[in-house]
C-alpha cells in the first residue's frame, strides 16, 4: 500500500484549439483570409496556446481556379499562385494573436515535385514546414503529389510536439520513432477524409498512438465541400483531443470530441508533466517497456529537432 504522494514534478501546460473547420466556396483570397482569422479569433478568445487547422486547408482556394483544367493541374497552380499569400496570412495571425498555429496543409513545391505540406507557425519566428510522408491512392493519382522523407520536431516551450498528417498517423511506426527516440509528447495531427469511415480511421489511429506511447494526440478535420471541385464535394469530421487512458486521464483516453460534421473548436488543457509521472507510475509503462522490447522501427529520413520559444527572434531565411 502506498502512503506517501508521488514526488511533485513541475507543471508543464499547454491549452491546445483544434479547428474543425466549414469548408465553403470563396471568391477573393481575403474572403479565405476572413474565414481563417475567424477561426483565430475563437482560439485567441480561449486564450489557446496551439490552434491546429485541418490537412488541405489551402485546397480551399481552388475554388479560386475554376472548374477547368485536371484537378492535379489545378492543385499545382494553387501551390504557385498561393503559398506565399498562404505565409504571409499565418505569419500575420501567429504574430498578432500570439499564438503557434499549425495550418494545416498547403501543396508546396519541392523543387519539380509537389508536396502536401503541414507548416507551423509562430511569434515572430520563421515556420517549419513537415510534408506527409505517406500517400493515399487520390493524392498519388489524382494530385499527383509526391511523398516527404523527413520529420520535424518542435522544442517549444511546454515541450516537444510533431506533426503526423492524416495518414501518417495510421502508420505506428512515425509516431514510436517520434516518440522513442526524439522526445515528442504531444503529436497533432491534421485531416481530411470525405466520410465517417475515414474520419474513424484517423480518430481511432490517433487515440491508439496516445494509448501506447502515452502522449497526448491533437486531431482536427475539415467538413463542408466546394461545389463541383473534384475529392471536395463533401468532407466529414469529428475531431478529437486524446490522452492516455489511466488514472490521471479522462477514463475513456479522451479529453474532448467534437460534434460530428459541424463547424466548430474544441479546446482542452493538458499538462505533459502528468505524461511523465504516468510513464514512471501508472497502470501499465508501455513507454517505457517499449524501449526495451524488441520491436525497434529503423528511420531512413533525417529527424530534425527545432527549438522555438517565446521570446526568441529568428531572422528571416534562418531555422
Same mark, same amino acid.
Given at each position: ?116 505540406? $503541414?507548416? =507551423? ?9 513537415? /510534408?506527409? !510522408?505517406? *500517400?493515399?491512392?487520390?493524392? #498519388? ?113 479522451? $479529453?474532448? =470530441? ?9 479546446? /482542452?488543457? !493538458?499538462? *505533459?508533466?502528468?505524461?511523465? #509521472? ?42
Amino acid at each position: 500500500m502506498r502512503f506517501s504522494a508521488p514526488t511533485p514534478v513541475m507543471s508543464r501546460p499547454v491549452r491546445v484549439c483544434s479547428v474543425q473547420y466549414a469548408l465553403r466556396a470563396i471568391s477573393s483570397f481575403d474572403d479565405f483570409a476572413r474565414f481563417v482569422e475567424s477561426y483565430v479569433y475563437v482560439g485567441d478568445d480561449y486564450d489557446a496556446d496551439l490552434i491546429v487547422f485541418p490537412e488541405l486547408l489551402g485546397a480551399q482556394l481552388l475554388g479560386l481556379m475554376g472548374t477547368e483544367g485536371e484537378p492535379a493541374d489545378l492543385m499545382r497552380r494553387v501551390a504557385l499562385e498561393h503559398a506565399d499569400a498562404f505565409d504571409a496570412l499565418f505569419t500575420r495571425l501567429a504574430t498578432e494573436y500570439e499564438r503557434i498555429i499549425v495550418a494545416g496543409t498547403m501543396p508546396r513545391f519541392d523543387g519539380k515535385r509537389l508536396l502536401n505540406v $503541414a507548416s =507551423v507557425y509562430f511569434p515572430g519566428l520563421e515556420p517549419l514546414h513537415q /510534408a506527409k !510522408l505517406h *500517400l493515399t491512392p487520390a493524392e #498519388r493519382t489524382v494530385w499527383n503529389f509526391s511523398p516527404g522523407r523527413d520529420l520535424v520536431v518542435v522544442d517549444a516551450d511546454f515541450g516537444k510536439f510533431a506533426v503526423a498528417i492524416c495518414y501518417d498517423v495510421q502508420f505506428p511506426e512515425v509516431v514510436k520513432v517520434l516518440c522513442n527516440h526524439h522526445g515528442v509528447q504531444l503529436v497533432v495531427v491534421p485531416y481530411m477524409t470525405d466520410d465517417r469511415r475515414g474520419s474513424c480511421r484517423v480518430n481511432t489511429c490517433s487515440q491508439a498512438r496516445a494509448i501506447e506511447n502515452q502522449i497526448y494526440t491533437v486531431t482536427a478535420g475539415m467538413v463542408g465541400s466546394l461545389p463541383l471541385v473534384t475529392y471536395f464535394t463533401s468532407q466529414f469530421a469529428q475531431s478529437g483531443i486524446y490522452t492516455p487512458s489511466d488514472f490521471a486521464f479522462p477514463v475513456d483516453g479522451i $479529453a474532448t =470530441v467534437a460534434a460530428a460534421n459541424v463547424g466548430q473548436v474544441i479546446v /482542452a488543457d !493538458l499538462d *505533459l508533466a502528468m505524461l511523465d #509521472r504516468a510513464r514512471k507510475h501508472g497502470s501499465v509503462h508501455s513507454f517505457l517497456d517499449s524501449q526495451n522490447d524488441t520491436l525497434h522501427t529503423r528511420f531512413d529520413g533525417e529527424v530534425r529537432t527545432v527549438g522555438r520559444h517565446v521570446g526568441q527572434r529568428v531572422p528571416p531565411g534562418a531555422s
